[in-house]
């Protein structure tokens, strides 16, 4: 199941910083100008180039007011970043217009505001970037300045002038989409894996207030029996019949009370805490018990031989992921959820398999991927981790931990007549149990509860 505490909602725009798009802007206005001067000077074509300066120096000088105006840090908002890259687009429009329109090479360029939209701001900013795009680029085919030239102008076919304008529109609508798809599956799985960093925090946190505690039993240890050494001391001394000597008593029974819950402590430091390694089938015991309010059947099957049973570490990772799938597969279940373990000298495999409605066909082979949807729904069904749009999260942070701890998933349906899901975790058995002899608990029987593996029936 998904931490409760860790809250994702989805995808994120954190916009664009000033500073980058202050430094492409100069950029852009350094590449005018240097086109403007070679066309003007260098191969002595006649363009009205004072206007044109002009409408340069405009760019320069909205730079140089944002440099001044907002600190080099500053991220401008979606709605501002879309400002400037709709002036930006009209800038071009008003050099191409004084330059030739369409039929000047440097029409191309319309496409990088709208991708630098795609990749960076929300779909609705680009749609309408592209949108003046378009409106600018019909209002270019219309009229425009002649393209620089020697002699007489060169006069293109309308035809050929529609052409530029088709392809500027198509290059628009493609690139802007594929940039927009590229960009938002990287976002994707940035803020699932800032999920997964979050879970794993959690679980070192817990690990860390072990450490603390253990900690200060140490610390604790010496004034407790001190004070336990001074009770015993006041309890001889103290006559008979006294009104004092009960609560003498009790407080000798509370300092030794202390003393108990102290070595306890100590105990999860030393590596000697009886959880620190377990059996396969008592992890997955572990897993199973918090779930068995829900309105569905646990089946737990392991192998009748069960003398090389392989012991494990109680890693918090495998639980987490394990309890999130096992979580998942008893929210569809319409009557039971199947657990099978199995191990050999090699591997050991457990299966998670549920009989409700599967997952949907189309999208099998992408399980996993975070904020996956199909058909507008969750691919996990929308399992209780997940936020209300269903994003598919839980899913991805549980292969993550697992994959993590040395694990390979499988995801699949069954076959008919029998419907549901099946999850398959397999590790190699080498790798499993060197982690847990890394832990440095005790192997023998006593270091190894009883859990008696219960099933539920309806």
Same mark, same amino acid.
């Given at each position: 199941m998904t931490d409760p505490h860790v809250r994702v909602t989805g995808p994120h725009h954190f916009g664009l910083s000033l500073n980058a798009l202050i430094n492409l802007r100069w950029l852009a206005v350094v590449g005018q100008t240097v086109a403007l001067a070679i066309v003007e000077w260098g191969l002595d074509f006649s363009l009205p180039a004072v206007a044109a300066f002009v409408v340069v120096g405009i760019t320069a000088a909205v730079n140089i007011a944002l440099r001044l105006g907002y600190g080099s840090t500053y991220r401008l908002s979606d709605k501002e970043a879309g400002a400037l890259l709709a002036f930006d687009i009209v800038q071009l429009a008003m050099l191409l217009y004084l330059t030739g329109g369409l039929v000047n090479p440097f029409s191309i360029l319309f496409? @990088?505001?709208?991708?630098?939209s795609a990749m960076a701001l929300k779909p609705r900013t680009t749609l309408l970037l592209g949108g003046l795009v378009v409106l600018v680029s019909s209002m270019l085919v219309v009229h425009s300045h002649p393209l620089p030239w020697r002699g007489e102008p060169i006069i293109l076919p309308?035809?050929?002038? /529609?052409?530029?304008?088709?392809?500027?529109i198509v290059s628009v609508v493609f690139i802007g989409a594929y940039a927009w798809r590229v960009a938002d599956e990287t976002r994707k799985l940035s803020d699932a %894996?800032?999920?997964t960093e979050l879970v794993l925090a959690r679980e070192q946190q817990i690990s860390a207030i072990d450490g603390l505690a253990a900690a200060a039993a140490h610390e604790l240890g010496t004034p407790l029996a001190t004070i336990a050494l001074v009770t015993r001391e006041l309890e #001889?001394?103290?006559?008979? +019949?006294?009104?004092?000597?009960?609560?003498? &008593? %009790?407080?000798? =029974? =509370?300092?030794?009370?202390c003393r108990t819950i102290l070595r306890t402590l100590t105990s999860l430091?030393?590596?000697?805490?009886?959880?620190? &390694?377990?059996?396969?089938?008592? $992890?997955?015991?572990?897993?199973?018990?918090?779930?068995r309010d829900f309105d569905t059947g646990f089946e737990i099957v392991f192998p009748e031989d069960r003398s090389r049973e392989p012991v494990v570490a109680r890693n918090p990772a495998i639980l987490y992921? $394990?309890?999130?799938?096992?979580?998942?597969?008893?929210?569809f279940? #319409?009557?039971? /959820? %199947?657990?099978?373990? +199995?191990? !050999?000298? =090699? *591997?050991?495999?457990?299966?998670?398999?549920?009989?409700?409605?599967?997952?949907?066909?189309?999208?099998?082979?992408?399980?996993? *991927?975070?904020? $996956?949807?199909?058909?507008?729904?969750?691919?996990?069904? &929308?399992?209780?981790?997940?936020? *209300? @749009?269903?994003?598919? $999260?839980?899913?991805?942070? @549980? &292969?993550? %931990?697992?994959?993590r701890g040395g694990g390979t998933l499988r995801v699949e349906n069954r076959t008919a007549p029998r419907t549901g899901a099946v999850v398959r975790i397999q590790w190699r058995r080498d790798a499993l149990e060197a982690s847990a002899a890394t832990t440095g608990?005790?192997? !023998?029987?006593?270091?190894?509860p009883s859990l008696a593996i219960r099933t539920r029936a309806h």
């Open positions: 496409l @990088a505001p709208v991708l630098i309308p035809a050929y002038i /529609v052409g530029i304008w088709a392809s500027i %894996l800032a999920a #001889r001394a103290m006559p008979e +019949n006294t009104p004092h000597g009960a609560d003498i &008593k %009790l407080l000798r =029974q =509370q300092t030794e009370r430091e030393s590596g000697l805490a009886p959880f620190d &390694k377990i059996t396969l089938s008592h $992890l997955v015991e572990d897993v199973v018990a918090p779930l992921g $394990l309890e999130s799938i096992v979580e998942n597969a008893a929210d279940a #319409r009557e039971k /959820v %199947l657990i099978e373990a +199995n191990w !050999d000298d =090699q *591997e050991v495999n457990i299966a998670v398999s549920d009989d409700g409605p599967g997952f949907a066909p189309e999208i099998l082979s992408r399980i996993g *991927e975070p904020y $996956l949807r199909a058909r507008g729904q969750s691919v996990l069904r &929308k399992g209780k981790g997940d936020d *209300e @749009a269903g994003l598919g $999260l839980g899913f991805f942070i @549980a &292969k993550t %931990l697992l994959e608990a005790r192997t !023998d029987s006593e270091s190894v």
